[in-house]
């Protein structure tokens, strides 16, 4: 990951931490792919994808999450989740922040899922 990832997901992490989630892990990368930030909110397991774009040419960077992205990050999840006899309640978030680094929106249950 490069330094303004980081940065990106340093950022997402502690917007997060103020609004009350427990953060349970952080890149977890598993051979199905990598979900940036694990947390509990309530009884909820909350899988994170944090996006940032410096402009809006190409779209936003809620936009930069696609079918493929998503579809990565449900197999990963269920990877992580394996093994466990009973499941917690989960969602999937999404974390945009702007190119100076400012979570300029939280979307919750951003997939549906």
């Known amino acids: 990951m490069n330094e303004r990832g980081a940065q990106a997901e340093d950022a997402a992490l502690r917007f997060l931490l103020d609004r009350g989630l427990r953060l349970r892990e952080r890149n977890y990368r598993c051979r199905l792919g990598e979900i940036d930030l694990i947390l509990e909110h309530g009884d909820?397991?909350?899988?994170?994808?944090?996006?940032?774009?410096?402009?809006?040419?190409?779209g936003g960077a809620?936009?930069?999450i696609t079918a493929r992205k998503r579809a990565k990050l449900l197999v990963t999840a269920r990877h992580y989740?394996?093994?466990?006899?009973?499941?917690?309640?989960?969602?999937?978030?999404?974390?945009?922040?702007?190119g100076n680094g400012t979570v300029t929106e939280w979307i919750r249950d951003a997939f549906g899922e």
């Open 44 to 58: 909820t397991l909350v899988f994170v994808e944090v996006r940032q774009r410096r402009g809006n040419a190409f």
């Open 62 to 64: 809620g936009e930069s």
């Open 81 to 98: 989740l394996s093994g466990r006899s009973r499941p917690p309640p989960c969602r999937f978030d999404a974390v945009l922040v702007d």
